[in-house]
């Protein structure tokens, strides 16, 4: 029997995969929960600017000329690297903040954390990547996690 296999699937479900590997080999490194969460905000930071480059040359997206047109972008790389949809809500009245919201996040698809650990960030990787690829196109960012 010939089965076709999706990429993009294989590579999201190996990232989702392997990335509670990686979080337990930090906790086991590092002293505290805290420091597991900046490590994996500056890991997510540096695959972020390194995503912009392979966005642009998949996707052949055009320049940015707003910030709805750049939350189409994030949109459509999530959907890429992740497999997922985040929807785009609470546009400020300027026009120049909107939120991020991913209801089904495929990084806890599995887990489950210890008690010891009810400050983890376990996703912070996400925040970082998103800081990491909007300010490598000039673009200042903050976030908060709800």
Known sequence: MNRSVDPKKVNSELFTLTYGALVVQLLNDLESVEDVNKHLDRMGYNIGVRLVEDFIARSSAD????????????????????????????????????????????????????????????????????????EMVHLEVSFSVK
Do not use: H
């Not at 910030?67 to 690297?81: G, N, P, S």
């Not at 985040?86 to 089904?104: H, K, Q, R, V, Y």
């Not at 009810?118 to 912070?124: D, H, I, L, V």
């Open 63 to 134: 320049k940015c000329y707003d910030l709805r047109e750049t939350a189409d972008k994030l949109q459509a790389a999530f959907r890429m690297y992740l497999g997922i949809s985040p929807s785009i809500a609470n546009w400020a009245p300027a026009g120049d903040e909107f939120s991020l919201m991913i209801d089904t996040n495929p990084l806890t698809e599995f887990v489950e954390l210890p008690d010891t650990c009810s400050n983890m960030r376990y996703s912070a990787i996400l925040p970082g990547m998103v800081r990491g690829a909007c």
